[in-house]
C-alpha cells in the first residue's frame, strides 16, 4: 500500500471535528464519522472519508441541514414513516433501523420507511446494527435519478443499494451490502483517468446503450445493472419499496422540500425492514442454524486459483479487522481534501488528531465487537 | 414455430388428468396443472407440463404423496409455520401465500415459512396471486444441495429461486422472477446437445472450478450465480429465509422425514413475506403511485437496437396474452412423454382434451384476468 494509513480514531476524530465546525451537534457528527471510518475499514472508500467532500459541500450550500430533526409522519405500530428533514442522513437511518428492531420484537416483522432522507453512507452500517441485536434486516434506499431501466436510455433510478445482515450466534452476522448497478461510476471514471483500454464485460454501454468493452466509448451516465435484467429486477424493487412506498421521490416524480430534482436530488427515500427470527416458529434456534450453514460454505472446497471460500461481505469483514489493527489507507486526495476543509474550518490536522473515545468498537453508535473467524 | 400448438385449457385438462390418475384430489390436480400451464404460457417451460415427468415419477416412488396434507407447525399471528407433508409443493404453497396475505392484512407485515415442501413450480404464481389481491409478497424457497459457493466446488445450495409481485392501480402487476443462479442447468446441457462451440461468459466454470466459455468443458455441477458475487448473496438471502429460518433443511443439514438427502433432496423450504401496501402511512395511494413509475419505464427512450423498454417479467407477461390467443407451442420431447404417460394411465390423448372450465384466466387459483398494456 502506497498510502500512509491512519488509525481509525484518529480519522474519526478529524472527521468529526470538521463536521462541528460545520455547525453539526457532536453526537451526530460523532455518527457520521464512525459510518464513514466503519466505510473506510471495511475497504469501501467510496462511502469513507472521501465523502466528507460531498457533505461538506451541501451543508454549504444549503442542501443539507447541518441539524437533523427527525420527525414521525405517521406511527401504525408495525409501520412507521419517518422524515429525516433533509439533515445528515445517517442521523434518521440510525433512528430509523433502532426502531424498526424495537417493533419487530413486538410485532415479529416491521417496515419503517422514511423520506425526506440524504446520503445514509453504506447501508451495511444499519443491517449489522440491528443483526448486533438478533434482528434480521434488509435495508433498501434509492436516490438521484440518472440510471437508465434496463435496455434504456433515459435516467429513472440510481444505483439503488440493497444490504442484509443475519444474526448467528457464534459467528458474527452476515453482512451483504452491493450496490444494484455492476459497478460505480467512478470505477470506470477510474479506469477512464488511468487510461485503461478495456473494462470487464457488463459494466457499460456507450451513449446509445450499446454494450462495450472499450473504456473510452464506456459512458457514465449509462452505468449497467448488475447481472443484466435480474440486477434490473432487484433494484426496481428497491426503487418500490424506498421510494414508492415511503412516499418519497422514485422514477420521475418528486416529492421533497428540496429544490434540487431528478439526477442533482438529495433526498432519498429508504425501507428498513426488520424481523424478528424468535418471533418465528422454531426462531429461537435460528442463529444457532445460521452458524451451521456458515460453517457448510467456509469448509466448502474452493475452486482452483481461489484461497478460501467466503461469506457475502466477509471480505470486508476480514478487512476490517486487520485495518482496526493496522490503519486506513487513505488515498492522497482524500488526505488533501480533508486537510483543505480542516484548514478552512480552523480544525487541527489529520496527523495531531487525537483519539477521544478509544476505538470505533466502542460507543453507543458501533457496531459492537465482532467474533472471530 | 416448429412445434404444434395446444390450447391453454387443453394442456390443463390433460395435465389433471394424468395427476388424478395417479391418485392427486381433482382439485389439487386442478391446481398443479393450472402452475404448470401458467408457466408455459409466459414461456417458462421449464417449469410446465414438462414438469409433469417428475411428479409422475416422484409420486409413483413415493417420494411425493399424491394426497396432500398441509399441516400447521405453530400460528403466532404474524409468523406462521406450515408444513407440507411431503405432498404436492403447489397446494402447500397456495396454503401459505393465502395465509400471508391475510395476515399481512391484520398485521401490516407477515411472513410464513414452510418446510416439508416438494416442488413449487414457478414462483411467480403466488407472489402474482398475492399481488392479484393487493399485497406485496416475495417469494423465496431453497431446495437440494448441489450448486455451490461462490468461489467453491461443494454444492451446498440449490438455484435458490426468488420471486415477488408488486400490486399496481390500473397496471398489471410487476412480476419478477428469477434463478439465482446464471442460467439453469439445462441451458448448459441443451448447449452440450446442440453441439454449440461456446456458452456466454458467466453461465459455467469447469470441473475444477476455473471461468469457462467452452461448452464442452462447462460443468452442470458447478452452476454460476448470477452477477457473481452479488447474486450469491441473494442466493445466500434465500438460503436463510426459506431454508434456516423455516426450519427446513439448508446447506449441508438435512431436517426431512424424507429419506433422500443432499442433491437427490425433495423437501424444500420456503419463506412468503408479505406486505400490505394500505398497512403502511400514506400507503393508500401507493399502487398509484407504483403506476407513475411503471409509467416512468415503459416512456424511457430505448437504446440502440432495442425495440421498448420493459419491466421487469413483461416479456412473460406479454407472451402470455399472446399464447392465450395462439396457443402454446409444446416440445416434441414434452408431448412424447405426456403421450406414453396418457396411455400407461389410461387418460385420453392430450388432443382429444375438452376444455372443463374456460381459459386459465377463470378458476379460484387463477392469477385473474389481467389488464392490457
Same mark, same amino acid.
Given at each position: 500500500m502506497d498510502e500512509p494509513a491512519v488509525s481509525a480514531p484518529v480519522l474519526r476524530n478529524h472527521c468529526q471535528a470538521i463536521l462541528e465546525a460545520l455547525g453539526v451537534p457532536p453526537a451526530d457528527a460523532a455518527l457520521v464519522a464512525e459510518t464513514l471510518v466503519e466505510a473506510d475499514l471495511r475497504g469501501v472508500h467510496s462511502h469513507g472519508a472521501n465523502l466528507i467532500a460531498l457533505y461538506v459541500q451541501r451543508i454549504r450550500s444549503g442542501h443539507i441541514r447541518p441539524v437533523t430533526e427527525v420527525a414521525?409522519?405517521?406511527?401504525r405500530g408495525s409501520t412507521v414513516l419517518l422524515d429525516g428533514g433533509l439533515g445528515l442522513g445517517q442521523v434518521a437511518g440510525v433512528a430509523a433501523v433502532d426502531l424498526a428492531v424495537e417493533r419487530a420484537r413486538r410485532h415479529g416483522l416491521a417496515g419503517v420507511t422514511v423520506r425526506e432522507l440524504t446520503h445514509l453512507g453504506a447501508l451495511a452500517f444499519y443491517s449489522e446494527r440491528a443483526a448486533r441485536r438478533g434482528v434480521i434486516a434488509l435495508v433498501l434506499q434509492n436516490g438521484p435519478a440518472f440510471v437508465p431501466p434496463f &435496455?434504456?436510455?433515459?435516467?429513472?433510478?440510481?444505483?439503488?443499494p440493497f444490504s442484509y445482515a443475519l444474526p448467528a450466534a457464534t459467528h458474527p452476522p452476515v453482512v451483504f451490502d452491493i450496490a444494484?448497478?455492476?459497478?460505480?461510476g467512478n470505477k470506470i471514471l477510474l479506469a477512464k483517468k488511468r487510461g485503461d483500454e478495456r473494462i470487464p464485460e457488463g459494466w457499460a454501454t456507450d451513449r446509445r446503450g450499446r454494450p462495450t468493452t472499450s473504456t473510452a466509448d464506456a459512458s457514465i451516465d449509462h452505468l449497467q445493472w448488475f447481472g443484466g435484467h435480474k440486477g434490473y429486477g432487484i433494484a426496481f424493487l428497491v426503487e418500490v419499496l424506498a421510494g414508492v412506498l415511503a412516499d418519497s421521490s422514485f422514477g420521475r416524480t418528486e416529492h421533497t422540500a428540496s429544490p434540487v430534482h431528478g439526477k442533482d436530488r438529495v433526498a432519498k427515500g429508504a425501507c428498513f425492514l426488520a424481523l424478528?427470527?424468535?418471533?418465528?416458529?422454531? &426462531?429461537?434456534?435460528f442463529a444457532t442454524r445460521l452458524d451451521a450453514l456458515i460453517d457448510d460454505v467456509c469448509s466448502a472446497e474452493p475452486a482452483e486459483g481461489v484461497a478460501r471460500v467466503l461469506l457475502p461481505g466477509q471480505l470486508e469483514h476480514d478487512l476490517r479487522a486487520r485495518r482496526l489493527a493496522e490503519g486506513i489507507p487513505l488515498a492522497a486526495a482524500t488526505r488533501a481534501e480533508l486537510a483543505r476543509f480542516a484548514e478552512e474550518l480552523g480544525v487541527g490536522p489529520l496527523e495531531e488528531g487525537v483519539a477521544m473515545g478509544g476505538t470505533t468498537d466502542e460507543g453507543a453508535g458501533s457496531p459492537g465487537e465482532r467474533g472471530g473467524r
Open positions: 414521525t409522519v405517521e406511527d &435496455g434504456g436510455l433515459t435516467g429513472i433510478f440510481s444505483t439503488n444494484t448497478t455492476a459497478v460505480a424478528d427470527p424468535a418471533a418465528f416458529p422454531q &426462531g429461537e434456534s
